[in-house]
């Protein structure tokens, strides 16, 4: 049966015709710096809205994320399981907490022992369904000293790390990534990817918005950008169903 299956795929090779790819879902979980803004919040912009419109016709993407979320209350306030019910074999799962997480005086705080142990159910129930989990570090705060740039998710980054090295599991780093592209913008002109609005620019913000958190339009596009980038390199196999876009010469 096996050797009918290789004649067959090298006669749809020789005649220049393949299968078509399976349509998958990509599934994005996590908190506000990803999830889609209500209209009322604009020009505040998830990374997770750019990045649906870099993917062809056989990537379906649902973006769960939800602002102020962590590992935990994503899953006590029951949107983790109905995706879990949804997922087939063969997609994949982004999952980035952290932002809330880590902060004592939220009520979304998880201990570092829990968030780990969060993030260890999420692989596991995402395997379980025969899709594919990616742990993706908590996107960096704009935050500087004397014009370089802090890092405000040292231990909750960490546990992301090691929990997916442990497990074998994908791990895009974000935070890491993104610290960089804050460094290279520097500490003026990286406000120009974050919700700064003076007072009067926007009608959302009458008295404007100072906000080191969350990205406008431009600054997540570029932390999809960021992302996409690690998916060509660590997962070729979605790096394919990427679009293309001819350049012209």
Known sequence: MKILFVKISLLLLVAGV??????ITLWLIGDSTMSVKQV????????????????????????????????????????WQP?????????YVFVQFGHNDEVPTKATY???????????????????????????????????????IEETHEVYAAIVRRVAKENKVVLIDL?????????????????????????????????????NTHFNELGA???AELVLASVRTQLPALAERIITVPVKK
């Open 40 to 79: 009322k919040a604009y020009p505040e912009t998830g990374w997770g809205m750019p990045f649906v419109y870099f993917w062809d016709s056989t990537v379906t993407v649902q973006n769960l994320a939800q602002n102020g979320r962590s590992t935990r209350s994503f899953m006590t306030e029951n949107r």
């Open 175 to 211: 935070d890491e990534q993104s610290q960089e592209l804050l460094q290279q913008w520097g500490e003026e002109g990286s406000v120009h990817l974050f919700n700064h609005l003076r007072a009067g620019e926007h009608p959302n913000y009458p008295e404007g918005k100072e906000d």
């Open 221 to 223: 596009r570029k932390m």
């Open 110 to 148: 998880t201990t570092e022992k829990d968030f780990a142990a969060n993030l260890l159910q999420y692989i596991n129930d995402t395997k379980s369904k025969g899709a594919i989990p990616v742990l993706l570090t908590p996107v960096a705060r704009r935050k500087f000293t004397n014009g370089k």
């Open 83 to 91: 995706a879990v019910d949804k997922m087939e074999a063969g997609d």
């Open 18 to 23: 393949l299968p078509p790819k399976k349509k």
